[in-house]
T-cell receptor, first 114, second 116 residues
């Protein structure tokens, strides 16, 4: 049981390049989330999904896109990388939405855009 | 207004002592949940403890307890018998409502340093 896995761990992008951050969970969770964490700050929600085929915007969605074709996978796409997207990106999943259904986090992807 | 406020950017505590990390929150929703996560220097987010808005008793998980004062809208984390391995960033987070995805709003965190 690997939990939530993310690839890559690190990446350096040039301005204007595109990339996809991969996220996979093996806990059969319906709910998945993408967060970004800027230096010295808490996490901010980018996008989330309540199940395969259903996604919605979070607090900071501009510059990103997501898809959810399977329960397990929730990739995050950056189309035209900008320096403001330099951050650490966390994927998370949860079993439920009420009660103490905590979110399980992946190890993060550290992205630098130069 | 900030939904989650953590006013202590950094805290020091001696090994084996107890420490309280502050968290205040702002919501008008009667149904909400409060979470604490630990982020060690390795970067991963580790769930510590949960308190529901309707829970009558303060949550406890081993050495972690949550001092929940609903009227004051505070949810402070208490770590008893601190250990060197407790040195990390600690984030308070809130989930509002019960009918939507479990979106969390995070505070800016408190860096705890445990000293000998």
């Amino acid at each position: 049981n690997a939990g939530v896995t993310q690839t890559p761990k690190f990446r350096i992008l040039k301005i204007g390049q595109s990339m996809t951050l991969q996220c996979t969970q093996d806990m059969n969770h319906n709910y998945m989330y993408w967060y970004r964490q800027d230096p010295g700050m808490g996490l901010k929600l980018i996008y989330y999904s309540v199940g395969a085929g259903i996604t919605d915007k979070g607090e900071v969605p501009n510059g990103y896109n997501v898809s959810r074709s399977t329960t397990e996978d929730f990739p995050l796409r950056l189309e035209l990388a900008a320096p403001s997207q330099t951050s650490v990106y966390f994927c998370a999943s949860s079993y439920g939405i009420s009660g103490r259904h905590e979110q399980y986090f992946g190890p993060g992807t550290r992205l630098t855009v130069t | 207004a900030q939904k989650i406020t953590q006013t202590q950017p950094g805290m020091f505590v001696q090994e084996k002592e107890a420490v309280t990390l502050d968290c205040t929150y702002d919501t008008s929703d009667p149904s909400y949940g409060l979470f604490w996560y630990k982020q060690p220097s390795s970067g991963e987010m580790i769930f510590l403890i949960y308190q529901g808005s309707y829970d009558q008793q303060n949550a406890t998980e081993g050495r972690y307890s949550l001092n929940f004062q609903k009227a004051r809208k505070s949810a402070n984390l208490v770590i008893s018998a601190s250990q060197l391995g407790d040195s990390a960033m600690y984030f308070c987070a809130m989930r509002e409502g019960g009918g939507t995805a479990s979106k969390l709003t995070f505070g800016t965190g408190t860096r705890l340093q445990v000293t000998l």
